[in-house]
């Protein structure tokens, strides 16, 4: 079946260590993105990619890194610069153009230890 | 540069009553883009419904509906004769189409947590 996976599906920190989220999507999508959920709040965009070896910095990017080295992959770094790092989060992916909708994976939780 | 606000943060009904979940949108583009998502407890977001600027036609499906005004800025959704499996958190979002960078992706309301009780 086409979808997009997340693991792992919890997942906890270290104070000072950087751990990456895996995002896998088969639906041949050119874009992908990566959201942070707090809860009660809505989801913002960490960083997106709209086509192979290339990402950008999207609302609250600090603390995080990405690549895009395969077009059905798209990993997220927390790195130890980010000092609330704990929420869930979501990666999508979309066709591409504006009047699409993004498809979303299961999410990992991340804590702090 | 646009915002999106869900002013119920939580509803609760009884299951078969009709319930609406209102979504107030601001934007400074004449093109753009609505969406409503449902996020059950799973965690993952659904796509329910998409809604383009230039269509201001209401839309059906089965027991959802939606109303969309321009002149007000809204986009509610309405479930009638809700069901336990109703129960969810509800996300509508915009996107607009002529920003650049981030400010042209998809933002998001808040959500308002739907629970409907047996």
């Known amino acids: 079946d086409g979808g997009i996976t997340q693991s792992p599906k919890y997942l906890f920190r270290k104070e000072g260590q950087n751990v990456t989220l895996s995002c896998e999507q088969n639906?041949?999508?050119?874009?992908m993105y990566w959201y942070r959920q707090d809860p009660g709040q809505g989801l913002r965009l960490i960083y997106y990619?709209?086509?192979?070896?290339?990402?950008q910095k999207g609302d609250i990017a600090e603390g995080y890194s990405v690549s895009r080295e395969k077009k059905e992959s798209f990993p997220l770094t927390v790195t130890s610069a980010q000092k609330n790092p704990t929420a869930f989060y979501l990666c999508?992916?979309?066709?591409?153009?504006?009047?699409?909708?993004?498809?979303f994976g299961d999410g990992t939780r991340l804590s702090i230890l | 540069a646009q915002k999106v606000t869900q002013a119920q943060t939580e509803i609760s009904v009884v299951e078969k009553e009709d319930v609406t979940l209102d979504c107030v949108y601001e934007?400074?583009?004449?093109?753009?883009?609505l969406f409503w998502y449902k996020q059950p407890p799973s965690g993952e977001l659904v796509f329910l419904i998409r809604?383009?600027?230039?269509?201001?036609q209401n839309e059906i499906s089965g027991r959802y509906s939606w109303n969309f005004q321009k002149s007000t800025s809204s986009f509610n959704f309405t479930i009638t004769a809700s069901q336990v499996v109703d129960s969810a958190v509800y996300f509508c979002?915009?996107?607009?189409?002529?920003?650049?960078?981030?400010?042209?992706?998809?933002?998001f309301g808040s959500g308002t947590q739907l629970t409907v009780l047996p």
């Open positions: 809604r383009n600027s230039f269509d201001e």
């Open positions: 639906l041949n999508h050119d874009a």
């Open positions: 934007t400074r583009d004449t093109t753009y883009y």
């Open positions: 979002a915009l996107r607009s189409v002529f920003f650049s960078g981030s400010a042209r992706q998809l933002t």
């Open positions: 999508a992916s979309s066709i591409g153009p504006p009047n699409q909708p993004q498809h």
């Open positions: 990619s709209q086509i192979v070896n290339d990402f």
